[in-house]
């Protein structure tokens, strides 16, 4: 059971691309959830969707844009990536219940 | 403002000792509360928590709700170095209608010295 699958692991992006990050799970959960997570700090949330063709707002949803077509994907796609887009991050999905986490994709901006 | 606050940001102790984490938060239509491990890489699963008073255990750690205060407690005790970790708190509430929203805190940076 693959759980939540996140590619790439890794990226370093220039200034100005675009890039997705992919998430896939294979769990049949409706809520998926997108965070970054900056050097000692939490995890912030970017999008959140609660099934598909519905997603929302998290708290630092400037930059990013979503999409959850199917119940199992849910990409973040980056238009213009900056400098302050550096970060990890984690996908996750979630019954009602706990948040599986995938195992993350370190991105870095120059 | 930040919804979900936890308490202390980071702490080291020595092994066998005990410690205690904490983490308020004020948000409008809660559901539950969840605590999770994050050593290297993706945080795993501790607890969730719905109801207030009801203690969660798993070995050495264990955990309690008051949704009166808002506010909830993770326990270690005889701490072993491999407890050493990111300790994240997270809240689940409702936002618009069915939309389930999980929220994360800062996290409590444990560290455990032989």
């Known amino acids: 059971n693959a759980g939540v699958t996140q590619t790439p692991k890794f990226r370093i992006l220039k200034i100005g691309q675009s890039m997705t990050l992919q998430c896939a799970q294979d769990?049949?959960?409706?809520?998926m959830y997108w965070y970054r997570q900056d050097p000692g700090m939490g995890l912030k949330l970017i999008y959140y969707?609660?099934?598909?063709?519905?997603?929302d707002k998290g708290e630092v949803p400037n930059g990013y844009n979503v999409s959850r077509s199917t119940t199992e994907d849910f990409p973040l796609r980056l238009e213009l990536a900056a400098p302050s887009q550096t970060s990890v991050y984690f996908c996750?999905?979630?019954?009602?219940?706990?948040?599986?986490f995938g195992q993350g994709t370190r991105l870095t901006v120059v | 403002e930040d919804k979900v606050v936890q308490s202390p940001l980071s702490l080291v102790v020595h092994e066998g000792d005990t410690v205690t984490l904490n983490c308020s938060y004020e948000?409008?239509?809660?559901?539950?509360l969840l605590w999770y491990k994050q050593e290297k890489k993706a945080p795993t699963f501790l607890f969730m928590l719905?109801?207030?008073?009801i203690e969660k255990k798993s070995g050495r750690l264990s955990s309690i709700l008051d949704k009166k205060e808002l506010f909830s407690i993770l326990n270690i005790t005889a701490t072993q170095t491999g407890d050493s970790a990111v300790y994240l708190c997270?809240?689940?509430?409702?936002?618009?209608?069915?939309?389930?929203?999980?929220?994360f805190g800062k996290g409590t940076l444990l560290t455990v010295n032989p």
């Open positions: 719905t109801s207030s008073g």
């Open positions: 948000v409008t239509n809660f559901r539950s």
């Open positions: 769990m049949n959960h409706n809520y």
């Open positions: 997270a809240v689940r509430e409702v936002s618009g209608g069915s939309n389930y929203k999980l929220t």
């Open positions: 996750a999905s979630s019954p009602h219940t706990e948040a599986f």
């Open positions: 969707s609660v099934g598909a063709g519905i997603t």
